[in-house]
């Protein structure tokens, strides 16, 4: 495959948090309809590289990315990017749920808003219940539409943050261990819904779940020390891994 | 097995009910509700101030508001007032009255009904009340009437039992013939300062002290939680900033009387904005309040969760739409508490209008931002430093009519902040 062809391509990416380096030279590809999964060791840099596919460490001072990462070919760090529309097209869903202190309708209604990705009240009533039944939300949360999205319970509130993140139709959508804060049931709902997205959507989840993430990627990169050790299919980093490290890993020598 | 017997075990099993344990219970118990004494005794002792002070002001204020008033006969047909009827009617009844005699008249009225020193019983005002009287209806000009006059301050005095002998032995013989009654004095809440007590009143420095905060608020608040916004969300943390940030915390500590001077050396100096007026006291306070306000609106942004900034941003929301649509209303709370501290401050201020003339004597309210005004503390300033004795329960019931500005702006002010408060 040519570089052109895939969703995401990025190219020797370097991440520095002032002096101390946090992420070197990764080059890694990311693909339609596939659900990527980043694992590795906590502080291994996966969650700081998440960060730079839709740019959100700008909003730290002391960041600084280095590299190449193309969106459809674009490189996404040019100077004419407009971040706004980047981070509409590259959506995201964190660790913790962060619904905002607002109904429910109104928190998957914001992003299609300030887009105008709707033209009239209808359509924006239109583009929240496809998203919440996207989400797997809609059954939940019909009859009470305008109560706060505060409210609900945490698997509940990852469920609305990705109605909310997809309700603008984004082309990626990036997850940040969006199960660490919740029970298995929760958990066991979102890996669901991930299956579900995985055909519209290229998707890249962080996981310290190993079970997780062969449950719900086909392909997985491990990282350690702010590198890239070893990427590929699912299986293959599973039941034959090529390095001595991500063997280790693995198999829970270290982590 | 071999590593758990390096690990030191302790001689015995703690004994939890011995008697230095039982001791030390006893002392933390003891400290527990020593504690909580303490911190209901301090609460109760604020609270006892609170009352003393409210007690204090309503009972030496509240007769302020009621007014002693003599029955005046006027046999206006027989009296020489050169008045047409007429011209009552219509513009140009103040000037018609204004040139009729009507302080001799009221005068003349009062020797006539109360002996040679009638006059002296009647406020140097009651003539007004004629005037006032004869504007209501002027056919009373054809017949003998009837008016009720203020009393002049020692009768009013007296009537509320803190007269000389002289003056209750006149009041008792007065009520005797009910020629004397007390009424609610709505003309202190509707009239301005004056030299004579029984003619004061507080819709003057009220007036001015509305008008004062009005251009406080409206410079202080934009600037104050703009400032605040770009500080936190836009500006890069240097050394810049960090000079920025510590003259402000400064500023919030100067005292306020050096805000009267530079207000009288920029607002009235350079800027020549007209002595005395509301517009040069607002801004003058507006100064003192914006270190309040950007203190408190900076911490209110501070506590915005940072992942609701991330939430934002993550959808894809500028960063304006993520201060204007989150940031801002999460951080409203914070800011409106700022906001009454630092006006409630502006409020009781007195020191620095002095330094930019505000404690001129002006009789007539303001009628716009740049007329001369005074202030509610000011007044009160003003009337506890006169030897008049009528002036003490005037200025008791300003005291009052100032704590009820007081209350009913932080009510506002409250109601807004529960309206904008989001529930977790």
């Not at chain 1, 993140?165 to 997850?175: R, S, T």
């Amino acid at each position: 495959m040519t570089a052109a062809s895939h969703k995401i391509s990025a190219r020797h990416v370097n991440v520095f948090y002032g002096d101390k380096q946090a992420i070197s030279d990764v080059s890694i590809d990311f693909d339609r309809d596939v659900v990527t999964a980043l694992i590795g060791p906590s502080g291994c840099g996966k969650s700081t590289f998440l960060r730079t596919l839709n740019r959100m460490n700008d909003t730290i001072p002391s960041a600084r990315v280095e590299g190449e990462i193309d969106l459809d070919g674009e490189d996404i760090y040019a100077p004419e990017m407009d971040v706004v529309q980047l981070r509409a097209r590259v959506g995201m869903v964190f660790q913790k749920p962060n619904p905002f202190p607002k109904s429910i309708f109104e928190n998957v209604a914001y992003g299609p808003r300030i887009h105008g990705l709707a033209s009239n009240h209808a359509q924006l009533a239109d583009i929240v219940e496809r998203s919440l039944k996207r989400a797997g939300l809609w059954d939940e949360v019909k009859d009470r539409l305008s109560d706060s999205g505060t409210a609900l319970s945490g698997g509940q509130q990852q469920r609305l943050c990705i109605a909310r993140a997809i309700a603008v139709d984004p082309e990626v959508i990036l997850m940040d261990e969006p199960c660490s804060a919740l029970d298995p049931i929760a958990t066991a709902k979102i890996e669901e819904l991930i299956h579900e997205l995985k055909g519209r959507y290229a998707i890249v989840i962080v996981t310290h779940n190993m079970q997780q993430a062969a449950r719900v990627s086909q392909r997985t990169a491990f990282f350690h020390l702010g590198a890239l050790v070893e990427s590929g299919t699912t299986s293959d980093i599973f039941t034959n891994p090529r390095q001595e490290r991500t063997k280790d890993y693995i198999t829970g020598r270290y982590g | 097995m071999t590593e758990r017997a390096s690990i030191p075990r302790t001689p015995a099993p703690t004994d939890w009910r011995d008697a230095a344990h039982q001791r030390r219970m006893a002392k933390r118990y003891a400290a527990e509700r020593r504690f909580r004494w303490l911190g209901l005794g301090a609460v109760l002792m604020s609270a006892g101030f609170l009352v003393v002070l409210l007690v204090s002001m309503l009972s030496a204020g509240i007769s302020g508001f009621v007014q002693t008033q003599i029955a005046l006969p006027i046999d206006f047909a027989h009296s020489r007032l050169a008045i047409d009827p007429a011209k009552l009617r219509g513009p140009g009844a103040d000037l018609a009255l204004a040139a009729a005699d009507l302080g001799a008249a009221t005068d003349a009225a009062a020797i006539a009904a109360y002996g040679p020193d009638g006059d002296k019983l009647l406020s140097d005002g009651a003539w007004t009340r004629v005037r006032d009287q004869l504007k209501a209806d002027p056919s009373l000009l054809r017949r003998r009437a009837t008016v009720w006059v203020p009393a002049a301050d020692r009768i009013d005095i007296a009537a509320k039992r803190e007269g000389a002998p002289a003056d209750e032995a006149i009041v008792a013989k007065l009520d005797a013939a009910h020629a004397l009654k007390t009424s609610f004095n709505a003309f202190f809440l509707s009239s301005s300062d004056s030299t004579d007590p029984t003619m004061v009143g507080i819709w003057g420095a009220l007036k001015g002290s509305l008008l004062t905060m009005f251009v406080t608020l409206l410079i202080a608040f934009p600037v104050g939680v703009l400032s605040a916004l770009y500080l936190e969300e836009y500006a890069p943390h240097n050394r810049w900033t960090d000079l920025i940030e510590v003259s402000i915390n400064n500023l919030a500590a100067v005292p306020s009387i050096i805000f009267g001077l530079l207000g009288l050396a920029v607002f009235l100096n350079t800027f020549h904005l007209p002595r005395s007026a509301a517009i040069v006291g607002g801004l003058t306070l507006a100064l003192m309040t914006m270190p309040v306000i950007v203190i408190a609106s900076r911490n209110a942004i501070k506590a915005v969760p940072p992942s609701i900034r991330d939430a934002a941003f993550g959808i894809g929301a500028s960063p304006v739409q993520v201060v204007f649509h989150h940031v801002l209303p999460l951080a409203m709370p914070g800011i409106l508490t700022g906001t009454i501290i630092g006006m409630a401050r502006a409020l009781g201020e007195t020191a620095p209008l002095l330094m930019i003339g505000m404690r001129a004597f002006i009789t007539a309210p303001p009628g716009g931002l740049r007329d001369p005004a005074t202030v509610l503390p000011v007044q009160i300033f003003l009337w506890s430093d006169q030897v008049n004795r009528g002036f003490v329960e005037k200025t008791s019931a300003a005291i009052l009519v100032l704590l009820v500005f007081l209350l009913a702006m932080n009510g506002v002010a409250i109601y807004l902040r529960n309206r904008f408060e989001t529930r977790w």
